[in-house]
């Protein structure tokens, strides 16, 4: 049996931790109202992206002019790009390992296709790492300031690569915010990209060529899915983080709880010991 000492030291050690998860989960609190707002900003803007994109493929689609944007091109997917979005830190839940997960289950589901990867995010980078998977690029710490700048560069390669057709498709993976409890994961293809469908297009007056236009909102419209992703990522991760300390502080608590119900029952063994001791040794004197 642990003597009291012992018990008092665990009690103290678990308060300790509790104190730690309960910051943890106020500073990912904190971090998922800005990163949620960021979110939220960003969807209104991707949702009038893609409408526009669809009025200026309709127009084009009864064009004259021939010819197609390359990002357009449809091929048989025996090259694809996946890019794994996960988090640098862990202690958010199976926030990580799902997303690990779900890219090998898209490996198992391609058997017949080369499959190349871009790891942002230390987690997923250091287990595909690890596991000689083919990594075109891996990124780190993009989570801890989102650049826009930053996530184009990284579409604008893939981009380059599709292009010069040295891949055939790119797919995202990502866990997509809902709210504070609940995320997501996706699998989305970006690219080729699938152009949005218009059944009632308006009729709009172009002053410049929509095949021009076309062409200079297809790339816009990859590196806004990328910045999406990785936004969404981020809010979904906070989010998961914090869910997850806010059930290792209560777990804590009813730890700690145990703990003090044992100890009183220890102390309180102790004195009915020493008391049946002292008892004993009057009654011997006698």
């Given at each position: ?83 794994l979005v996960t988090s640098d830190k862990g202690l958010a839940g199976a926030f990580n390992?799902?997303l690990i997960k779900a890219a090998q289950r898209f490996s198992v589901e391609h058997p ?11 987690k997923g980078r250091d287990f595909f790492r690890k596991r000689g998977a083919t990594v ?151």
């Amino acid at each position: 049996m642990p003597s009291l000492i012992d018990i008092r030291r665990r009690i103290r050690s678990v308060k300790n931790t509790q104190q730690i998860t309960k910051a943890m989960k106020m500073v990912s609190a904190a971090k998922l109202r800005r990163a949620q707002d960021r979110v939220i900003a960003s969807r209104p803007y991707g949702a009038m992206l893609r409408e526009i994109l669809g009025n200026v493929a309709a127009a084009v689609a009864n064009d004259e002019i021939e010819g197609k944007n390359p990002l357009l091109a449809q091929r048989p997917e025996k090259r694809i790009l996946l890019v794994l979005v996960t988090s640098d830190k862990g202690l958010a839940g199976a926030f990580n390992t799902n997303l690990i997960k779900a890219a090998q289950r898209f490996s198992v589901e391609h058997p017949d296709a080369s499959i190349s990867m871009v790891l942002i995010g230390r987690k997923g980078r250091d287990f595909f790492r690890k596991r000689g998977a083919t990594v075109v690029a891996d990124h780190i710490n993009m989570a801890a300031k989102l650049v826009y700048a930053d996530v184009a560069a990284i579409a604008g390669k893939a981009m380059e690569l599709y292009r010069r057709e040295e891949i055939d498709a790119v797919y995202l993976i990502y866990n997509e915010f809902k709210s504070v409890s609940t995320q997501t994961l996706v699998a989305r293809r970006v690219l080729p990209i699938q152009m949005p469908e218009q059944t009632n297009p308006p009729d709009y007056i172009f002053e410049q060529s929509p095949v021009e236009m076309l062409d200079a909102l297809l790339p816009r419209y990859v590196e806004t899915e990328f910045y999406r992703a990785l936004a969404e990522s981020t809010a979904a991760e906070h989010a998961a983080r914090m869910t997850a300390m806010e059930a290792a502080t209560s777990n804590a608590g009813d730890m700690i709880e145990r703990l003090t119900l044992y100890m009183n029952r220890v102390r309180q063994a102790s004195i009915t010991k020493e008391i049946i001791e002292v008892v004993s040794g009057a009654a011997a004197a006698e």
